[in-house]
């Protein structure tokens, strides 16, 4: 009886095991992952597009200069309010800081996105402590943006 009662055990155990979250093997370091909410919902369809954008921290006033990497987003309504989740891959190494922006459409060369909110800030306007996110990155983490949907409450 024991016997059994040490192979249920055993099998309980191994079936919990295995159904931890799924690890990318040799992930490479060069993805980035996350959701922008946008805390309000009046959407700007015109002139320009909702977008997330990747900005050298490694520069001074790094929300108004070019970006290094922009992405659209396409935006998903959840109840009231618009959740979307972004992933880039290839993000080269350095170190960044991430924001939800507004960018124009037709696209402007060396144009420079509006910041509509920032990974660690969110949509709080006197805030200084972005955070940075380094490349290579293999901890797979998501990064979270809260942002708003109106251009004029933008941070730049």
Request: charged share 20%; aromatic share 14%.
């Amino acid at each position: 009886m024991m016997k059994y009662i040490a192979y249920i055990l055993l099998f309980t155990f191994l079936i919990i095991a295995a159904c931890d979250n799924p690890m990318e093997v040799n992930r490479p370091g060069d993805k980035l992952t996350g959701y922008v909410t946008h805390v309000d919902s009046n959407l700007y369809l015109t002139g320009g597009f909702y977008s997330v954008s990747l900005f050298s921290a490694d520069s001074s006033s790094p929300f108004s200069r070019i970006p290094l990497r922009t992405d659209s987003l396409r935006l998903t309504k959840r109840d009231n309010l618009y959740e979307t989740s972004y992933d880039m891959d290839g993000v080269p190494a350095g170190r960044y800081y991430i924001a939800a922006t507004w960018s124009s459409y037709p696209r402007v060369q060396n144009e420079v996105p509006l910041v509509l909110g920032t990974y660690g800030c969110d949509t709080i306007l006197s805030c200084t402590s972005h955070k940075i996110v380094e490349f290579p990155n293999y901890q797979g983490q998501f990064r979270n943006i809260f942002s708003w949907t109106d251009p004029g409450k933008r941070f730049n």
